[in-house]
């Protein structure tokens, strides 16, 4: 029938590379942008799919990240906004591996079979389109256009160049019936952030506390949109730098660059001494800030996810303290669930001070995917990866609760302490994005908070001194040998081998250490903790042994 004839006679124009095996990662497929047509045209197709499946908006993010400039990649975003649920990702591996237009509508036929998707045309897939500046972008989301169109009644929307947190977003607004433009998306960022402002503490010191902002771009599309931003939030001091004009995406510069080597990215320089900075990846949805301790060399004071993790914890659970002043709670008889949500390359200071702070830390394997389901099974759950990709998630039912709370405090206290406390909240779950890790949600509220509580930089990177560590990764024939268990924390296979580790790590004091195979690349990466540096190179480099 006509279905079928379609996806045959379309994905004829879209062979696969020969001998290449693609797999959906931890972040969609990622590859060479040169090989990556076909395997962009049956994603579509799954999109597609997966809206006739959910009978909702899905998105789909043409994007490599911080990767360099000529690999390119994509990946699907739910109806919530998260990631494509993963029981979908073996189609996703298959299809992107069928080696003919036959075998590719056989498998698209027996899955649509099992899953019960119905073509009755009540109501078509729709399908939101998003892509970074990558050159090689504007073609291949052509090819993705292909892929939608050739399910029945499919329809793409073309959203152009975007953050992929911004991507996100909209398929969430659009799911929830509500406004879902781009400039939607800069009015909610910045009417939270102002909310927030307006509501710091009488006697702060806001007027003493915050010089300017400096922000690498890595010379992509968030340094373009942060522009955007900027001007529906008029007051933010922000100096926007590496915006694409002139240097590469993600050469020298970016979120990824300036966590792995701890020095300052193009564009920065001597003259920035003191100041706060803040780098973005190539798709915006990576934070970290830094600053630059000395004129004398380009070594930085590295402000990681973990340490924004730390500071929206603080605030966080001060707010929550405040609402629930004089057992509130007890008499409501709720009280709110807040966690915190790690991966083992978490630094062990941020872990040890984020107990001190009595808070419950979960622990999951590296990978939005895990850390954001788990933070769902909080009312408040915040989570980060040390490198910066990071949000904070609010249950309905909390959000819920403090809607209530805040229209009883109102009506009892308002203007109250309390009744701040529970707005704060309030324009925080409005503020930081609730579909993924957001740079730009992230950098205002780690703004918003800095001036809440008057505390610079340097001020905030105190809060913990970060125990020194060191990341290598070892090229191995098969990474799959390695399998890891306990959120990566310990390596079953090949037998023997955690044993070996162990071995190596109680040689050091304070030592920590892990082996895991990257998600992204054909790798096996170490991670190594230790009292000083030269402990934890070395400790890195004996593990990085074993595991060669
Ligand atoms: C991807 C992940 C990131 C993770 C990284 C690890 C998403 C959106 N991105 O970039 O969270 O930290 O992979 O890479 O999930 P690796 O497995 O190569 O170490
Ligand atoms: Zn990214």
């Known amino acids: 029938d006509h279905q079928k004839s379609l996806i045959l006679s379309s994905s004829s124009q879209f062979p696969p590379p020969q001998g290449v095996k693609l797999s959906?990662?931890?972040?969609?497929?990622?590859?060479?942008?040169?090989?990556l047509q076909s395997t962009v045209f049956r994603v579509g197709i799954l999109a597609a799919l997966r809206s006739l499946k959910t009978q909702s908006v899905i998105g789909l993010m043409i994007t490599a990240s911080h990767n360099q400039v000529s690999d390119n990649g994509i990946k699907v975003g739910d109806p919530s906004g998260g990631m494509l649920t993963q029981d979908w990702e073996p189609?996703?591996?298959?299809?992107?591996?069928?080696?003919?237009?036959?075998?590719?509508?056989?498998?698209?036929?027996?899955?649509?079979?099992?899953e019960g998707i119905r073509f009755d045309g009540s109501r078509p897939a729709k399908v939101l389109l998003g892509r970074d500046t990558r050159p090689s972008g504007d073609s291949l989301l052509e090819a993705a256009k292909q892929?939608?169109?050739?399910?029945?009644?499919?329809?793409?929307?073309?959203?152009?160049?975007?953050?992929?947190?911004q991507l996100h977003w909209m398929v969430r607004a659009k799911n929830k019936g509500l406004k879902a433009a781009e400039l939607d998306y800069f009015e909610q960022l910045s009417s939270s952030y102002r909310c927030l402002l307006d509501l710091i503490p009488n006697g702060s010191k806001v007027e003493k506390a915050q010089n300017k902002l400096v922000v690498d771009g890595a010379n992509g599309v968030g340094s373009e949109k942060l522009e955007g931003l900027k001007k529906?939030?008029?007051?933010?001091?922000?100096?926007?730098?590496?915006?694409?004009?002139?240097?590469?995406?993600?050469?020298?510069?970016?979120?990824?660059?300036?966590?792995?080597?701890?020095v300052l990215p193009q564009g920065f320089g001597p003259k920035d001494v003191g100041i706060r900075c803040a780098s973005l990846d190539g798709d915006a949805d990576r934070l970290v800030y830094f600053t630059l301790p000395s004129e004398n060399s380009s070594k930085i004071d590295l402000v990681d996810g973990?340490?924004?993790?730390?500071?929206?914890?603080?605030?966080?659970?001060?707010?929550?303290?405040?609402?629930?002043?004089?057992?509130?709670?007890?008499?409501?008889?709720?009280?709110?669930?807040?966690?915190?949500?790690?991966?083992?390359?978490?630094?062990g200071a941020s872990t040890n001070y984020l107990r001190q702070l009595g808070l419950e830390i979960a622990l999951t394997p590296t990978g939005v995917k895990y850390l954001h389901e788990k933070a769902a099974e909080y009312d408040v759950g915040i989570y980060f990866e040390a490198n910066g990709h990071g949000t904070i998630l609010f249950s309905d039912h909390f959000?819920?609760?403090?809607?209530?709370?805040?229209?009883?405090?109102?009506?009892?206290?308002?203007?109250?302490?309390?009744?701040?406390?529970?707005?704060?909240?309030l324009a925080v779950s409005k503020l930081i994005n609730q579909a993924v890790g957001d740079a730009f949600s992230g950098l205002l509220l780690v703004e918003a908070i800095l001036i809440h509580k008057g505390w610079s930089i340097c001020k905030w990177n105190g809060l913990y001194q970060d125990l020194p560590s060191r990341q290598l990764k070892v090229k191995v024939i098969d990474r799959t040998a390695v399998v890891t268990e306990n959120a990566e924390?310990?390596?079953?296979?090949?037998?023997?081998?955690?044993?070996?580790?162990?071995?190596?790590?109680?040689?050091?004091?304070?030592?920590?250490?892990?082996?895991?195979?990257?998600?992204?690349?054909?790798?096996?990466?170490?991670?190594?903790?230790?009292?000083?540096?030269?402990?934890?190179?070395?400790?890195?480099n004996s593990v990085a042994q074993i595991a060669d």
């Not at 529906?232 to 922000?238: F, M, P, R």
């Open 24 to 35: 959906y990662g931890t972040s969609g497929f990622r590859a060479d942008a040169s090989i």
């Open 91 to 114: 189609f996703a591996d298959s299809i992107a591996n069928a080696p003919t237009p036959q075998e590719l509508l056989q498998l698209v036929e027996e899955f649509v079979a099992k």
């Open 147 to 165: 892929g939608i169109s050739s399910i029945v009644g499919a329809s793409a929307v073309d959203m152009g160049i975007v953050t992929t947190p």
């Open 232 to 262: 529906s939030l008029d007051g933010l001091d922000i100096e926007i730098r590496n915006t694409g004009k002139e240097g590469v995406l993600n050469e020298g510069v970016g979120a990824d660059f300036v966590q792995k080597e701890k």
């Open 306 to 347: 973990d340490k924004i993790l730390s500071l929206f914890a603080v605030f966080v659970k001060e707010q929550l303290s405040i609402l629930t002043e004089g057992g509130q709670m007890v008499e409501d008889g709720y009280h709110a669930r807040l966690g915190v949500i790690q991966t083992a390359y978490a630094n």
């Open 399 to 425: 959000l819920s609760w403090l809607e209530a709370k805040n229209n009883e405090l109102a009506s009892r206290s308002k203007g109250s302490e309390q009744q701040k406390a529970a707005l704060r909240l």
């Open 489 to 540: 924390t310990i390596a079953v296979k090949p037998p023997g081998i955690q044993e070996a580790i162990n071995a190596e790590i109680a040689k050091y004091p304070c030592g920590r250490c892990f082996i895991r195979p990257s998600g992204t690349e054909d790798v096996v990466r170490v991670y190594a903790e230790a009292s000083t540096q030269e402990a934890a190179d070395s400790l890195a």
